[in-house]
């Protein structure tokens, strides 16, 4: 295997692992957010390196973009009701 | 609410035990069973199957049940949705430079959701991927201040979220009334059934989409403000 494809590898992964360590103990609803959708960014990455495209679109344009736009809507009210 | 401190125990014993289970399963899977794999077998009849990409003919006709119940499932979430009560307030209208943006925005997503739907015939793409473009095309539009999204009213608008599981529904049952399976497609008539069903699922998951980002029940229109 490519060496520098290894080190990628490894990077994204460990980045990734951050990002959800991060994402799940962030105490603010739209930080925690916004770290859920950077690390979606990334797992359409890691779906793309799997050669599995069709996961990684889905996981761009749903896990990504749509949940991260209705978590945010639904931090928007949180934080409004609170 | 706080958990009792007694059985605050319980939650990682459980989660731990879950845990296992997981790996058990996985295990099992990676390694047990040397058998012939489904795989295999559904590469074999791809050809046969009215689309070329074996994803999609995975979801649309070797598993097709398996994507009725997740356009069921979404359709289920929306209504849970609109149960909570009225949309929420609508943003502001956005100023001119995000307006002329959007302008450009959603006809190029509308395009490519078009793109995606018809290219997930052969190449990866498809009706959940098409749907989630034309979702965004609606957040687009509600984030920059019209507040139906571009949905159309609400009678309409249910009509439109329940298409792809009427669509498919009705495809199922006309095969049986033809003497077939539900959902077992002959395979003259395979490819044209299939891209039927991923249109209503396509424009089905888009308005759901769009919908649930509204966060409930749509307003009418021109009625005012509470």
């Given at each position: 295997m490519n060496p520098l494809l290894l080190g990628f590898d490894i990077l994204l992964s460990t980045t990734l692992l951050g990002l959800a360590l991060a994402a799940l103990t962030s105490r603010e609803p739209r930080r925690g957010v916004i770290l859920f959708i950077a690390f979606g960014l990334l797992l359409a990455l890691v779906w793309a390196r799997l050669r599995a495209p069709d996961l990684a679109l889905a996981e761009a344009a749903i896990g990504a973009g749509l949940a991260g736009a209705l978590m945010l809507s639904a931090a928007r009210r949180a934080v409004r009701r609170r | 609410m706080k958990p009792s401190n007694s059985h605050a125990f319980l939650i990682p014993l459980l989660l731990t035990a879950i845990g296992a289970l997981l790996f058990w399963a996985f295990w099992i899977g990676v390694t047990g069973y040397e058998g012939e794999r489904l795989a295999t077998l559904a590469l074999e009849r791809v050809p046969e199957s009215g689309a070329g990409n074996p994803v999609t003919s995975v979801l649309l006709n070797f598993r097709a049940y398996d994507t009725l119940m997740e356009l069921a499932v979404l359709l289920a979430a929306l209504l849970g949705i609109w149960s909570l009560g009225p949309a929420a307030v609508?943003?502001?209208?956005?100023?001119?430079?995000?307006?002329?943006?959007?302008?450009?925005?959603?006809?190029?997503?509308?395009?490519?959701?078009?793109?995606?739907?018809?290219?997930?015939?052969?190449?990866?793409?498809?009706?959940?991927?098409?749907?989630?473009?034309?979702?965004?095309?609606?957040?687009?539009?509600?984030?920059?201040?019209?507040?139906?999204?571009?949905?159309?009213?609400?009678?309409?608008?249910?009509?439109?979220?329940?298409?792809?599981?009427?669509?498919?529904?009705?495809?199922?049952?006309?095969?049986?009334?033809?003497?077939?399976?539900?959902?077992?497609?002959?395979?003259?008539?395979?490819?044209?059934?299939?891209?039927?069903?991923?249109?209503?699922?396509?424009?089905?998951?888009?308005?759901?989409?769009?919908?649930?980002?509204?966060?409930?029940?749509?307003?009418?229109?021109?009625?005012?403000?509470?």
């Open positions: - | 609508p943003y502001q209208r956005a100023a001119l430079l995000l307006d002329s943006l959007v302008g450009w925005v959603v006809p190029m997503l509308i395009i490519a959701g078009g793109y995606l739907l018809w290219v997930g015939g052969h190449a990866p793409g498809g009706a959940f991927q098409a749907g989630a473009l034309l979702g965004a095309a609606g957040v687009a539009l509600a984030l920059s201040g019209r507040p139906s999204a571009g949905l159309p009213g609400e009678s309409r608008l249910r009509v439109l979220a329940a298409l792809g599981t009427l669509v498919f529904v009705l495809v199922g049952l006309m095969l049986m009334g033809l003497g077939l399976g539900f959902l077992t497609y002959p395979p003259a008539l395979a490819k044209v059934l299939i891209l039927a069903i991923e249109t209503g699922a396509t424009l089905s998951i888009g308005a759901t989409l769009a919908a649930a980002f509204l966060g409930g029940r749509p307003r009418a229109t021109g009625a005012a403000e509470p």
